[in-house]
């Protein structure tokens, strides 16, 4: 297992797990992002914390629940424009930044993403062709500045045949984004070394089982014994 760690030291990151408070575990579908999120999350509940899951696009509200169905499972039937993915993916997180996460950090508790707005630069940028400053400006316009400085990020990578291998193993329907054929999914594997070297991201070698990535990440947050 490998940890590539891009100048991670030189973020002003607290030196302990427990002193995060929102965090973001990216990848590409079938990575393992929801599996660490709810790992963390046990972590924390264990300190005594509120802990909230946001999985974009869905998430605990019933708009959130409405836009992921119209993207990702009618979106193959309604060929979304990709712009109009854009817009619908940034709603989405608007609303969940506002009615789930910002009140939690307001009290105190813990915001884990699986995902964030890098996945849409991933998805819809790199792999449906929209602009990169369509979509900065429009998710900066309606997003805060607290939504694109989370205490830790990472990004889980894995080779295409692992994570088919999970994708089947799910035993469900893929949804739109899945379905799209492998030079999509090619376009989508290439961005995200990019995003991390541009955003100054760790990616993290998915492709072993939940606790060997699980140590991993942890790795990462102790900060002092690295």
């Known amino acids: 297992m490998l940890i590539f760690s891009v100048g991670l030291h030189d973020k002003p990151f607290p030196a302990k797990m427990e002193e995060f408070v929102y965090i973001v575990i990216e990848g590409q579908d079938g990575t393992g992002k929801s599996t660490q999120a709810r790992r963390l999350a046990d972590f924390f509940k264990k300190q005594k914390k509120k802990v909230v899951i946001m999985d974009e696009p869905d998430g605990d509200l019933p708009q959130a629940h409405e836009l992921h169905d119209l993207i990702l499972v009618k979106g193959k039937k309604y060929n979304l424009e990709p712009m109009t993915n854009v817009m619908l993916f940034t709603a989405s997180r608007m609303e969940l930044w506002r009615k789930i996460a910002e009140p939690v950090l307001k009290e105190g508790g813990v915001v884990i993403s699986a995902r964030n707005w890098w996945s849409t630069l991933a998805y819809q940028g790199y792999g449906e062709g929209v602009s990169r400053s369509k979509i900065i400006r429009l998710t900066k316009s309606l997003l805060p500045e607290r939504y694109f400085k989370p205490d830790f990020s990472a990004i889980l990578v894995t080779s295409d045949k692992v994570r088919l291998s999970r994708q089947k193993g799910r035993g469900k329907k893929k949804e739109t984004f899945e379905a799209k ?6 376009k989508v594997n290439a961005a995200y070394p990019k995003i991390a070297k541009e955003f100054d991201i760790p990616l993290v070698d998915a492709s072993g089982s939940i ?4 140590n991993m990440l942890t790795k990462l947050f102790d900060f002092d014994n690295a």
């Open 211 to 214: 606790d060997d990535v699980y």
């Open 181 to 186: 054929p492998n030079s999509f999914q090619h």
